[in-house]
């Protein structure tokens, strides 16, 4: 059911999460210009300014994806008015705006300690990983311009709107991000109706639609819904990294699975009022990847192929940052006592990152199967033991944890300072502990003033320096005008 927001935060606690969550984006997502997806779009945008100039193209001869998309016309008019190279800094940095605004409406409409607030939003601000099938192509929070940069965060106020129960700005925010991006933006609406599913009939309508689409297959009712041509699939395989799930060793199997059972967390530990919306993301998303490795490895059915609904892990993504953040907050402020297993669960998490998804499923079925309330039941000194045993055995870690922060920090490059990994991986890779902090401080009397008063000129500052864009990505956007 649809819920009231339930935060508590202050207007000027607001305002400096608004301005760190900015900060934080600038300095950890630099503009480094036209490439990627976008040299795409801006050739797209090129063609319906200039049609004549593009009558003989071969990309163009039989259609492209801007005919399907709101954006190609809204982003030709930008270029038109503003020219190219100030239209794509204006929709990187207008998705960026829209993209914190809609990440914090949603946080606070979840949660009502700031803590919790703070660590989703900044925490899903810097995080900077792939949400694609095989882990290559497409991560949040990119620096250039495309149809995602606005179709994200529609798609995200959508949610936030009708989590707060105002279905009908929800329904208007999901209709635009569908009609910016269909493949992205469709999920904003299927969550929407898929919470007001009773459990029973999610699964079952989910299965419903197994069955359906495997008729439309076996009898042929349409081309949509016939495999592809061998040449066809054969092309797209060798050329496309993400379209078709890869073989085992290929798929990004383990960072799907912690995603996935991420959202699975925050329905089992999350507050109560959010644990419906992380499970059905958590259904959707299996689902999706189920379909997409079925017609991946034995039926290439054209329409699924194309329609890629792999795509819903972006949101289970953000949505598993949230649950995150908010199941570690519940178990600290309700288990105490508990709070050993949450730290090694943590250090195991973060330190064996690369089976961190096996990792926390087998948390969540050793949860599942009573094992934690057994040991809870265990007599005093045993109780004891098994207290002390995981703050010993997340203590011993500790170093491990360290170098992989050290680790994180060499790999954030965006960030100016280059000295000090460690540092840098504390305040931009680390996360959790330094934007807990920032959440204290801004509660605090003067705190969130002195946040305010701080980041204006910091974020002035930065973003005066925020375009780092080489010279040859800076020479795209004259190629796609004649003349240029």
């Known amino acids: 059911m649809p819920i009231a927001s339930t935060s508590s935060l202050r207007t000027t606690t607001t305002a400096a999460l608004l301005l760190l ?40 001869s039989f259609g492209s994806q801007g005919s399907y998309s709101l954006y190609t016309p809204l982003f030709a008019r930008l270029v038109d008015l503003f020219g190219i190279e100030l239209a794509n800094r204006l929709v990187v940095l207008g998705g960026a705006a829209l993209w914190i605004s809609a990440l914090t409406l949603l946080a606070r409409g979840m949660h009502a300690h700031a803590v919790p607030i703070f660590v989703a939003v900044l925490t899903t601000v810097v995080l900077q990983t792939s949400y694609s099938l095989n882990g290559h192509t497409f991560v949040l929070n990119e620096n250039f311009a495309t149809a995602r940069s606005l179709a994200f965060p529609l798609a995200l106020f959508a949610i936030a709107f009708d989590n707060a129960g105002r279905a009908g700005m929800g329904a208007v925010s999901a209709l635009l991000a569908t009609a910016m991006h269909p493949l992205l933006g469709i999920w904003s609406l299927l969550v929407g109706i ?14 419903l639609l197994f069955i359906l689409l495997s008729l439309a297959v076996l009898s042929g009712v349409s081309p949509s819904f016939q495999v592809m041509d061998a040449l066809w699939e054969a092309r797209v395989r060798q050329k496309a990294l993400d379209v078709f799930a890869g073989d085992w060793g290929q798929l990004a199997t383990d960072r799907i699975l912690f995603w996935v059972a991420a959202c699975w967390a925050g329905g089992r530990f999350g507050a109560a009022r959010n644990r419906r919306i992380y499970l059905v993301v958590a259904l959707l998303s299996a689902w999706a990847v189920l379909l997409s490795q079925i017609c991946s490895y034995w039926f290439p059915v054209s329409l699924i192929m194309q329609v890629q609904p792999w795509r819903v892990l ?58 934690f309330l057994a040991l809870g039941k265990a007599g005093f000194m045993q109780r004891k033991l098994v207290r002390y045993l995981p703050a010993t055995v997340a203590v011993i870690m500790m170093p491990s944890c360290l170098l992989m922060l050290q680790m994180d920090g060499l790999a954030i490059g965006n960030p100016w300072f280059v000295e000090y990994p460690l540092i840098k991986g504390l305040a931009f890779g680390g996360g959790g502990l330094i934007f807990a902090f920032w959440a204290w401080l801004a509660t605090r009397r003067w705190g969130a003033q002195s946040i305010v008063v701080c980041s204006v000129p910091l974020l002035i500052f930065v973003l005066l320096f925020w375009d780092a864009a080489f010279p040859a990505t800076r020479r795209h956007g004259g190629r796609f ?3 240029g």
């Open 21 to 60: 969550a900015a900060l934080y984006w600038l300095l950890c997502h630099r503009y480094t210009g036209i490439w990627h997806d976008a040299v795409i779009y801006n050739l797209m945008a090129a063609q319906r300014l200039h049609p004549a100039a593009y009558a003989h193209d071969l990309f163009f």
């Open 194 to 207: 898929s919470r007001r599913l009773p459990d029973r009939w999610l699964i079952a309508v989910g299965a």
């Open 314 to 371: 972006w949101l289970a993504v953000v949505l598993g940052v949230f649950a995150l953040s908010d199941s570690a907050w519940q178990l600290f402020t309700t288990h105490r006592r508990d709070i050993y297993w949450l730290l090694l669960a943590a250090v195991l998490l973060f330190t064996l990152r690369t089976h961190c998804g096996l990792i926390l499923l087998a948390l969540l079925v050793l949860d599942a199967a009573g094992l």
């Open 481 to 483: 005008f004649t003349g």
